[in-house]
Nanobody, 116 residues
Framework: QVQLVESGGGLVQPGGSLKLSCTAS????????MGWYRQAPGKQRESVAT???????TYADSVKGRFTISRDNGKNTVYLQMNSLKPEDTAVYYC??????????WGQGTQVIVSS
C-alpha cells in the first residue's frame, strides 16, 4: 500500500522552529522526487521545497534561507526544517512524492500554526 505519513506540525511562536517529517511506504523511495507543499485557508496549495533523487533542492522565494529540505533514503523519510517561522507560514503542510512525470502521491497533511 502506497502511503505518505507526515508528522511534526504544531503551534509555535514567531521566530521559532519546527521540523516536519514524512515517511513513505509502498514505493522505491530513492527514485522519487519528494516535496513539501502548503495550503493556507482561502489560498491555493503552493510548493515550498522539493528534493530530487539526486538531492537537488529547490525552494520557494518566501522560505529561502529559513527552510531546509533533506532526505534519508535509508529511512524512506523526507524532512523540512523550518526556522525563523512567521505568521504567514501558517498552513497545512503536505508531503508529495513524484517520479517520471506521473501523478504525485500526497500525504494527509500536518497543521502548522505560527502565532504568539
Amino acid at each position: 500500500q502506497v502511503q505518505l505519513v507526515e508528522s511534526g506540525g504544531g503551534l509555535v511562536q514567531p521566530g521559532g522552529s519546527l521540523k516536519l517529517s514524512c515517511t513513505a511506504s509502498g514505493i522505491i523511495f530513492r527514485r522519487y522526487t519528494m516535496g513539501w507543499y502548503r495550503q493556507a485557508p482561502g489560498k491555493q496549495r503552493e510548493s515550498v521545497a522539493t528534493i530530487t533523487s539526486g538531492v537537488v533542492t529547490t525552494y520557494a522565494d518566501s522560505v529561502k534561507g529559513r527552510f531546509t529540505i533533506s532526505r534519508d533514503n535509508g529511512k524512506n523519510t523526507v524532512y523540512l526544517q523550518m526556522n525563523s517561522l512567521k505568521p504567514e507560514d501558517t498552513a497545512v503542510y503536505y508531503c508529495s512524492a513524484e517520479v517520471g512525470g506521473g501523478s504525485p502521491i500526497w500525504g494527509q497533511g500536518t497543521q502548522v500554526i505560527v502565532s504568539s
